[in-house]
T-cell receptor, first 116, second 113 residues
Framework: DTGVSQDPRHKITKRGQNVTFRCDPISEHNRLYWYRQTLGQGPEFLTYFQNEAQLEKSRLLSDRFSAERPKGSFSTLEIQRTEQGDSAMYLC??????????????FGPGTRLTVL | QQQVKQSPQSLIVQKGGISIINCAYENTAFDYFPWYQQFPGKGPALLIAIRPDVSEKKEGRFTISFNKSAKQFSLHIMDSQPGDSATYFCAAYTTFGNEKLTFGTGTRLTIIP
């Protein structure tokens, strides 16, 4: 396992459709984060998991967004009823957290979503 | 609320020169400051990071300078090369807690021959 992987790398969808993205973190990492990055901006935090528990969600994460990490390994991010404003790069990152200390986050290559 | 401010937005440096990117933060709870390098179509890659208990960290051609009292930190790239052309993001977070990275707005660096 050489790093964080994401699938698909690119997704084009029509407005109103649902999409799901997958993230596979570095195997020994217990924390998994989702970020969104729009063109010319830095990544913005969406949500994160410690093992299978979702511990925080950003206000950016509307009720059309849902994320899961069912077995504490891979994670999925689903967007329902996509809107053109959802077009962005969705980034996944993972890190190791022990005894309350969180180590550096390592990012995957991202999934580029285009909503037509 | 933007908690990490980054400048300049874009930077052009001649090959062999020094590239300098600056960041300032507001949240005094931040205690870990990484820099990420991002190429077009790729995810951010960790470049170098510093904790506020040191004023400088150097790794190869990359150096972070940190000024805790001013709440500022900067990235210096020595002997800049065309392969360094990328977007650079400073970031900050709190290592004890639930913390997510807060990113700066990015600096597009172009190294010209």
């Amino acid at each position: 396992d050489t790093g964080v992987s994401q699938d698909p790398r690119h997704k084009i969808t029509k407005r109103g459709q649902n999409v799901t993205f997958r993230c596979d973190p570095i195997s020994e990492h217990n924390r998994l984060y989702w970020y969104r990055q729009t063109l010319g901006q830095g990544p913005e935090f969406l949500t994160y998991f410690q093992n299978e528990a979702q511990l925080e969600k950003s206000r950016l994460l509307s009720d059309r967004f849902s994320a899961e990490r069912p077995k504490g390994s891979f994670s999925t991010l689903e967007i329902q009823r996509t809107e053109q404003g959802d077009s962005a790069m969705y980034l996944c990152a993972s890190s190791s957290s022990t005894s309350g200390f969180t180590d550096t986050q390592y990012f995957g290559p991202g999934t580029r979503l285009t909503v037509l | 609320q933007q908690q990490v401010k980054q400048s300049p937005q874009s930077l052009i440096v001649q090959k062999g020169g020094i590239s300098i990117i600056n960041c300032a933060y507001e949240n005094t709870a931040f205690d870990y400051f990484p820099w990420y390098q991002q190429f077009p179509g790729k995810g951010p890659a960790l470049l170098i990071a510093i904790r506020p208990d040191v004023s400088e960290k150097k790794e190869g051609r990359f150096t972070i300078s940190f000024n805790k009292s001013a709440k500022q930190f900067s990235l210096h790239i020595m002997d800049s090369q065309p392969g360094d052309s990328a977007t650079y993001f400073c970031a900050a977070y709190t290592t004890f807690g639930n913390e997510k990275l807060t990113f700066g707005t990015g600096t597009r660096l172009t190294i010209i021959p």
